[in-house]
C-alpha cells in the first residue's frame, strides 16, 4: 500500500482492533458461510488469510485444514485476532504482520489464500490479485468476499463517497465485473462467483468507526437522500425508529491453472 494509505488504515483500524473482533457483521455471515461451502478445503491444506482483521475466516477455517497463516497490516488488529482465536484453543493459526500489495511469502506457497470485507481499503486491487496469485500453488483456490458497488457511476460514486465520509481509510469499492477483470488479468480462472445482501443498521455501523455525531448526521443526508441509482441499492428505511439501510458483497471462488 502506499505511505499514506498505510497510516490511514493503521490509524482507523488499530483504536477499534476489538470492536472488529467483536462485530456481529464480521463474525458471521451467509457468504463467510457460502465461501466454506465451496471451497470444502481438504484437511492438509495450507491456507493464507489475507487482512485478517478480527480473525473470523481464520477460525472458520482453522479446523478444517492443517495450517492457517492470518495477516493484517494493522498491528493492533492482528494482536486482538491472536487473543481471540488462541482464546478458542487452536494452535494450528501464526500471524504475521503484511502488506496486501506486496505478500512477503514466496511464489506457490499456500493451497487457499482467502481475503474477507477488506479490499475496498487497498489502493491497488488488481495489483492484490496478482499478489494471491503468485503465493498460491498450481491449481490452488483464490476466495474473496468484499462489498461492491452497481454499475451505474452515479450510484458507484455516491456509495463510495458514503463509505469514505464515514472510514477515511476507505480506497474504493469495485463493481462485480471489475472483480472479475481483476481475476482474468491474473490468470486465474473464476469458478463461481455470487453477491449477497446485507443489511446494516445505521447506528451500529457508525459505532465500529466511533463516528461522531456531525458526520452521522451527515451520512444520515447521504442516505435518505441518495440519488435514485444509489437509493436503489442501498434501500435507506426506518424501522422501528430505527434506519437500516443495505450493503452488497460479492463472493468470487477462482483457481490458478496448473
Known amino acids: 500500500m502506499s505511505p499514506d494509505n498505510r497510516d490511514l488504515v493503521q490509524q482507523q483500524f488499530g483504536p477499534h482492533a476489538e470492536q472488529y473482533v467483536a462485530s456481529i457483521h464480521h463474525s458471521t455471515g451467509e457468504s463467510l458461510d457460502r465461501l466454506l461451502e465451496l471451497v470444502a478445503p481438504p484437511p492438509d491444506w495450507r491456507v493464507l488469510d489475507v487482512a485478517t482483521g478480527g480473525g473470523h475466516t481464520a477460525l472458520a477455517l482453522a479446523p478444517l485444514v492443517s495450517e492457517v497463516v492470518a495477516t493484517d ?6 494482536a486482538a485476532a491472536e487473543r481471540f482465536i488462541r ?20 511464489e506457490d506457497e499456500f493451497d487457499l489464500v ?27 483456490v483464490a476466495a474473496l468476499i468484499d462489498n461492491v458497488v452497481p454499475d451505474n457511476l452515479l450510484a458507484a460514486r455516491h456509495i463510495n463517497a458514503l463509505e469514505k465520509l464515514r472510514d477515511p481509510s476507505h480506497n474504493w469499492a469495485y463493481t462485480v465485473a471489475d472483480w472479475l477483470s481483476f481475476f482474468a488479468v ?60 443495505n450493503l ?3 463472493l468470487v471462488i477462482a483457481r490458478k491453472p496448473g
Open 114 to 140: 482467502t481475503c474477507r470485507i477488506a479490499p475496498h481499503h487497498f489502493p491497488d486491487c488488481a495489483q492484490f490479485v496478482r499478489e494471491m496469485a503468485r503465493v498460491l500453488r498450481p491449481g490452488g
Open 87 to 106: 482464546a478458542k484453543g487452536f494452535t494450528n493459526v501464526s500471524f504475521r504482520p503484511a502488506d496486501a500489495m506486496a505478500l512477503p511469502f514466496a
Open 186 to 245: 491474473a490468470e486465474l480462472t473464476v469458478t463461481q462467483y455470487e453477491t449477497f445482501q446485507k443489511t446494516r443498521d445505521f447506528d451500529y455501523w457508525n459505532d465500529m468507526m466511533g463516528v461522531d455525531e456531525r458526520v452521522r448526521a451527515q451520512l444520515r443526508v447521504l442516505l435518505l437522500q441518495a440519488p435514485a441509482p444509489a437509493r436503489a441499492a442501498l434501500q435507506p428505511q426506518v424501522v422501528g425508529g430505527a434506519l437500516k439501510f
Open 248 to 250: 452488497t458483497e460479492v
Open 73 to 78: 497490516l494493522t498491528p493492533e488488529m492482528l
